[in-house]
C-alpha cells in the first residue's frame, strides 16, 4: 500500500491570511500546508480520505487519475469543499464515486452540496455519487476498512483503519473502544494542531500519549496548523513520529 498526504495543513490552511509569522512567511516548502486529506493506494485501488478545500490542486500535483471511493471523517468546509471536482473522476469512468461517512456527515453533505442530489438543468456538469452510511467494517473494491468512531470536541466523526494503516484527524478524544481498534498498526496519522491545548483538537502532547499507548510502528501528524515549524519541531519528536508535509509519500 503506498499512500500521499495530498495536504497537510488546518482549516486555515499555512500561510494563513493576512499572518505574517515565521511559519506562513517560511521558504522551507514543508511549512506551506494546503487543507488536510489522504491518497490510498493498492494494486488499481485508488481511494482518498476527505476532499480538502485545494483538492484540484492536490489531484493535479499528485496525478491523480482513477477515485474509486472517498472516506469522509466529517462535514467540516476544509475536508469537503473540494467535492465538486470529484465530477472528473465520475465522468471518465462513466459510473457513480461512492463516498461513505457516518449518518450526520452523509446528511450534511447532501445538504450542503444539495444541488448534486436533485434535478437541475444540463449545463457544465455535477459529480455523479453515491452516498453509504458506515458503522461497520465494508468493503472497497480489494480493501476492507474500518471506521473508527472519534470525538472532534462533542461531534461524533470517524477515522478508518486500512490494514495496518490507520487515519484520525480532527481528533479531541479517541473512545476506549476504538482503541481496541487501533492495535498492531504499521502506520498511524493523527491530526495535531499545536503545542497548547485544544478543545476540539489533539495539541502536542495529548498525540504523543496516544502514540506510546498504541505503539505503531511509525506515526505521522497532520492537519498542523502555523503554531508548528517543521524543522524544529521534528528535532523533539521521539524516534518514529514524524511531522508530515504536502507531497509526502509513504509505503505500508
Not at 474500518?146 to 477515522?159: D, K, M, S, T, Y
Not at 505503531?216 to 501528524?221: D, I, L, M, P, S
Amino acid at each position: 500500500m503506498e499512500i500521499t498526504f495530498l495536504g497537510t495543513g488546518t482549516s486555515h490552511g499555512i500561510p494563513v491570511i493576512t499572518c505574517d509569522c515565521h511559519v506562513c512567511q517560511s521558504e522551507n516548502p514543508k511549512n506551506k500546508r494546503t487543507r488536510s486529506s489522504l491518497w490510498v493506494q493498492q494494486g488499481k485501488t485508488s481511494l482518498l480520505i476527505d476532499t480538502a478545500t485545494e483538492f484540484r490542486l492536490q489531484a493535479i500535483e499528485a496525478c491523480i487519475r482513477r477515485v474509486d471511493g472517498v472516506l469522509y471523517t466529517h462535514c467540516h468546509a476544509d475536508h469537503v469543499f473540494g467535492f465538486d471536482d470529484l465530477r472528473v473522476f465520475s465522468k471518465l469512468t462513466a459510473r457513480s464515486v461512492p463516498v461513505y461517512g457516518n449518518k450526520p456527515t452523509i446528511n450534511e453533505l447532501r445538504d450542503v452540496f444539495s444541488y448534486v442530489f436533485r434535478k437541475t438543468q444540463e449545463g457544465g456538469g455535477k459529480p455523479q455519487v453515491e452516498t453509504i452510511v458506515v458503522e461497520d467494517a465494508f468493503q472497497v473494491q480489494d480493501l476492507l476498512i474500518q471506521p473508527i468512531p472519534v470525538c472532534h470536541g462533542v461531534l461524533p466523526i470517524l477515522g478508518y483503519r486500512i490494514g495496518k494503516l490507520a487515519y484520525i484527524t480532527d481528533c479531541s478524544h479517541v473512545p476506549p473502544s476504538s482503541l481496541d481498534l487501533l492495535q498492531d498498526l504499521e502506520v498511524l496519522i493523527l491530526g495535531v494542531i499545536r503545542y497548547e491545548p485544544h478543545p476540539t483538537h489533539m495539541n502536542v502532547e495529548q498525540a504523543l500519549e496516544l502514540t506510546e499507548k498504541l505503539k505503531a510502528k511509525r506515526t505521522y501528524f497532520t492537519h498542523i496548523s502555523h503554531l508548528l515549524e517543521h524543522e524544529e519541531v521534528s528535532k523533539t519528536l521521539p524516534e518514529g513520529v514524524f511531522l508530515a508535509y504536502d507531497g509526502l509519500t509513504v509505503q505500508v
